[in-house]
């Protein structure tokens, strides 16, 4: 069996040794006799791995005791939905921050409940920057800000976080959580699709200050309640356990290796590799975004002629580096480049990069 180099938006590629632990277990999980999967989640079993998941995830991020975890199906889309339902008054307005397609998609959520103020937006520079922050229109009695940490189609990451005073800030860290420190309590809410940085697709994280839960928000059932979430220790309905359970070996996984300090350090060293090459390459390929506020977790390119994008990949697939067709909404590449994902996986796309300009230029 030989594994390729997956260069996947996500689901993307997971650790080996998580696929491997995964499989040993598939059968038999710690002499049960019986797969975790097919196992009550109320049970001790599952409710052990459910807490260790937690445990690990809150010394992994250093997520503080006043913060509540969830760990919810959905996506980060439903999160988008759930939070002017959950966090904000009938007719209080809600602030984004729109610095590329997903921040968009999150306001298409938040309408039917709340009129969401574009508070800046740097869509008219095609997304290759972040707007200056004095250059943010806040409302006045905002529910919060809403930015997205990074953004995994244009390749744009916030490198601090904004000062927005007594306004809570949410994020979506859906492309780059755990990937570096990051002050947990600068944020009201932090969440993620598990699916890049975390583990399987199939669980979404929420971390939310407590005191916000004390909201009383829009009406709404109670399964879209936070509040009753957290009291149900995200068991109000049935979880999906298996995808919590490789959450668990994932986050154990990234402890073992080092913690997100050691993360932020390959990071910085393989985003660096591709910017490098793409910057001396004359032009064979492109990439515009503000260099301040690149992405470490996705390098999206273009070739500087697109009749070369097939070639490219299918030669990229020939030498076993798959998933770099870019996102549909932006075409050309694009390398996400997650946790899970090598140097040596980065070095081998960077070494076929040289060698097709060499070819093709
Ligand atoms: N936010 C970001 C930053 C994303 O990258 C994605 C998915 N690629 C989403 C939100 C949507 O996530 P989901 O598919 O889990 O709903």
Excluded: C
Aim: proline share 4%.
């Amino acid at each position: 069996m030989s594994r390729v180099h997956n260069f996947s938006a996500g689901p993307a590629a997971l650790p080996e040794s998580v696929l491997r632990q995964a499989q040993e277990e598939m059968l038999d999980w710690h002499g049960v006799g019986a797969s975790i999967v097919e196992l009550s989640h109320r049970g001790p079993e599952f409710i052990q791995v459910a807490t260790e998941a937690e445990a690990d995830l809150r010394r992994l991020m250093s997520i503080p005791d006043d913060y509540a975890v969830l760990f919810l199906g959905g996506g980060a889309t439903t999160v988008q939905a759930l939070l002017p339902l959950n966090f904000a008054e009938p007719g209080q307005a809600a602030d984004y921050v729109l610095t590329g397609h997903w921040g968009k998609t999150a306001i298409k959520q938040v309408n039917p409940y709340v009129a969401a103020n574009i508070a800046a937006s740097s869509e008219t520079d095609g997304f290759r920057s972040i707007p200056a922050r004095d250059t943010w229109q806040l409302s006045k009695n905002a529910a919060y800000v809403h930015v997205t940490a990074n953004e995994t189609i244009h390749g744009v990451e916030f490198r601090d976080i904004p000062e927005v005073g007594d306004v809570p800030l949410f994020a979506d860290f859906s492309s780059s959580i755990a990937s570096e420190p990051v002050d947990v309590s600068k944020f009201g809410v932090i969440y993620a699709g598990a699916q890049k940085n975390l583990g399987p697709v199939g669980i979404t994280v929420v971390i939310i200050r407590r005191d916000l839960l004390e909201r009383a928000g829009q009406p709404r059932a109670d399964i879209l309640d936070y509040r009753s979430h957290v009291k149900g220790e995200s068991m109000l309905n049935t979880p999906p356990s298996w995808n919590w359970y490789l959450l668990g070996l994932t986050v154990k996984w990234m402890l073992a290796e080092g913690g997100v300090e050691e993360f932020a350090r390959r990071s910085a060293r393989k985003s660096a590799l591709l910017y490098d090459v793409i910057d001396n390459s004359g032009g064979f390929y492109r990439n515009e975004v503000d260099k301040a506020v690149r992405s470490r977790m996705n390098v999206p390119f273009f070739l500087h002629d697109e009749a070369l994008d097939k070639a490219f990949l299918m030669e990229a697939q020939g030498a076993g580096l798959i998933s770099l067709k870019g996102h549909r909404a932006l075409g050309g590449m694009r390398a996400s480049i997650y946790n899970a994902m090598s140097e040596a996986g980065v070095q081998a796309l960077a070494d076929f990069m040289r060698d097709f300009r060499q070819r093709h230029g």
